[in-house]
């Protein structure tokens, strides 16, 4: 084998490497919740939109806040504010099926955040709460 292939080959290893990692390391996650603030679902009993300067990526997902004090709350405990099956529609997964949600259709029960699909399907879960037993079921079950 040719030397100067040899030191071309590693020269371009170097210059390409941190390129790519510089790539990949640069893309954003998933945005959570549409950009919507999920500690204002609990603070403020209502959907807010979040803002880029005030951000947190947890759980493979990218949060937006509407202020740095959400922000903050949330970083000091972000389970207790993340919504459940990863943002998907509650009585979605109750049969077993990943919905997408709309997040300005929700309810907190209990101390946790449901997103639905749509008005019908929060109301199913309004009028038969064990729907959402039935959601946790499905969620921890082998995939």
Not at 11 to 19: H, Q, R, S, T, W
Not at 58 to 71: M, P, V
Not at 76 to 85: A, I, L
Request: glycine share 8%; charged share 20%; aromatic share 12%.
């Amino acid at each position: 084998m040719n030397a100067r292939f040899v030191v071309l080959a590693f020269v371009a290893g170097l210059l390409i490497g941190p390129a790519a990692a510089q790539a990949t390391a640069g893309k954003s996650p998933p945005l959570a919740l549409k950009g919507h603030d999920p500690v204002a679902y609990f603070t403020e009993g209502r959907p807010m939109r979040g803002a880029a300067a005030f951000n947190v990526d947890f759980d493979d997902s990218r949060y937006l806040f509407a202020s740095a004090k959400n922000r903050e709350l949330f970083s000091k405990s972000p389970d207790r504010y993340t919504p459940q099956f990863a943002g998907l529609c509650a009585t979605g997964m109750a049969f077993g099926k990943s919905v997408d949600a709309d997040p300005s259709i929700f309810v907190v029960r209990d101390g946790k955040l449901y997103i639905f699909s749509s008005a019908e399907a929060r109301d199913m879960v309004q009028k038969d709460p064990s729907l959402l037993g039935k959601s946790h079921q499905a969620w921890k079950a082998p995939k």
